[in-house]
């Protein structure tokens, strides 16, 4: 089920940041990494980063990503966000903030890199699709944003287990259900032709089982780019992070996992992980594991096994505080209130699918953006050509010219078709008939589809089929499951 927004409590930034400079003993975290992986299909990537550098004052600074690509229907999509999406994520950052600014621009910066990445993605005509789980850690404070089923979890030293990350795939979620359907999806099992519907809920067309991931052009514009977010403060004491693709969490729990590799270094940790997760079910799937030790300089070595806890696990800690979308981030002489500096502490998380709500202005908290420049691609947009984000909503009538943030005219076309106000790629050279969608969304049988698309001279630029063995081996009547 998608953690929803708020659900769990809160700590304001500037709370943790008057904490630090008033104990100026706590140095920066030492990041130890170590990744494994065993290919069936060839289609997870990684992407490990730990010295990248940003500008702080007269100097810089330093900050680490791990990031992991579950690719699907190919590699390419898989290879395209591996390679661009930090650069578009970093592009959407304004230069010279504070540490402050920084951390709070993060959520929305990894947003509008999120749906560039895959816009940018989708007009090179491949038709792949990948999940990622991206993962930032600048100082003790973690940045984590997400599509598809590959997972981000972390230990605390103190033994608390935390999702960083969130499942989207349909079986998981009533809301991005009802999200698809209500874009013009359709959801839905798997028909074998003879009335029985096997396997998980897919989208249709498509038959894809994500509702959200950066590429999959092929299915519907309903599949979302747009990234869950969750913001950390870790403790001086430091945790462990396990990312993986869900070859590993269909075999394994969080408990599982991070059991097997106790007290291993990070690289003896991942391989462990991937051993645990291939000997349980077998090597089904491309099955990947970046494991990240977050340690003071002090204690160099993997964390030792915690003490009993008191709460159950994968609970979060009952001091988070809930922060409205209208918090500041001044703690308006609080701080009293925030007296557990020793656990893990949520800064911020929110998984709406809404572009609108997520390019806002005043999401997370802060008023740094460049006006005129699209939201989304970082374009410069000169007065009376942008179009608002807000554009179409209930308050549009409210808007005044200057009332942004703003988007260009072809992510505003992204952005029309992710709300399921325009067919996806209407207006496009690559844009499915819309006889053809019908007959897809039906999910007739393949022989019959052909049929019907030759009778009717439609244009069809690409068609899979899947064929299912029965219990006696028989090959059941062949289903369309995917098309372009």
Not at 57 to 65: E, K, N, P, Q, Y
Not at 378 to 384: A, H, S
Request: proline share 6%; glycine share 10%; charged share 25%.
């Amino acid at each position: 089920m998608l953690p929803k927004s708020g659900e769990h409590h809160t700590v304001p930034l500037s709370v943790l940041l008057k904490r630090e400079s008033a104990n100026e003993k706590i140095e920066r975290p030492e990041i130890c990494h170590g990744q494994a992986s065993q290919s069936k299909k060839g289609e997870d990537f990684t992407f490990v980063k730990t010295e990248c550098q940003r500008a702080l004052g007269d100097g810089v600074t330093t900050f680490s990503v791990f990031a992991l690509f579950d690719g699907h229907n190919g590699s390419a999509a898989a290879v395209y966000a591996k390679e661009n999406l930090l650069n578009n994520v970093l592009s959407a950052i304004p230069p010279d903030l504070n540490d402050d600014e920084w951390l709070l621009a993060l959520p929305r910066a990894l947003v509008a890199g999120f749906v560039k990445t895959d816009k940018d993605f989708q007009e090179i005509a491949q038709t792949s699709g990948t999940t990622v789980t991206f993962v930032i850690i600048d100082g003790w404070v973690l940045t984590v944003a997400s599509v598809g089923d590959s997972r981000g979890i972390l230990e605390s030293a103190e033994g608390g287990i935390y999702f960083l990350s969130a499942d989207h795939r349909l079986e998981c979620s009533e809301e991005e259900r009802e999200r698809i359907t209500a874009s013009g999806g359709e959801v839905g099992r798997l028909n074998t032709g003879g009335g029985t519907e096997i396997g998980p809920l897919r989208c249709w067309p498509g038959g894809l089982c994500l509702s959200r991931s950066i590429g999959d052009m092929d299915i519907g514009e309903y599949i979302v780019p747009v990234p869950y977010v969750k913001q950390l403060k870790l403790p001086s004491s430091g945790g462990r992070v396990i990312i993986s693709s869900d070859g590993v969490w269909d075999a394994l729990s969080p408990e599982t996992a991070f059991e097997c590799c106790r007290g291993m270094l990070p690289d003896s940790a991942a391989s462990q992980i991937v051993k645990e997760a291939v000997q349980v079910k077998g090597l089904r799937d491309d099955t990947t594991c970046i494991v990240v030790d977050v340690l003071p300089h002090e204690k160099p070595n993997p964390p030792k096994p915690p003490p009993p806890k008191k709460q159950g696990k994968g609970v979060f800690k009952s001091m988070f505080r809930k922060k409205s979308s209208e918090s500041s981030s001044h703690a308006d002489g609080r701080e009293d209130e925030y007296s557990e500096p020793d656990l893990v502490e949520q800064l911020f998380e929110e998984g709406s699918a809404s572009l609108s709500e997520r390019l806002d202005s005043k999401y997370p908290v802060c008023n740094m953006f460049k006006l005129f420049m699209c939201a989304v691609c970082q374009v410069e947009v000169k007065p009376g050509e942008g179009t608002s984000i807000f554009a179409g909503s209930s308050d549009s009538k409210k808007l005044r010219p200057w009332d942004g943030p703003f988007l260009c005219s072809t992510c505003q076309e992204k952005k029309e078709a992710m709300e399921g106000k325009r067919p996806s790629g209407e207006g496009e050279d690559l844009g499915v008939n819309r006889e053809i969608k019908n007959l897809v969304a039906d999910r007739v049988p393949i022989q019959r589809f052909v049929q019907l698309i030759d009778e009717r001279g439609l244009y069809v630029l690409q068609i899979r089929a899947v064929f299912f063995v029965g219990p006696q081996l028989q090959i059941l009547q062949p289903t369309l499951l995917l098309t372009v």
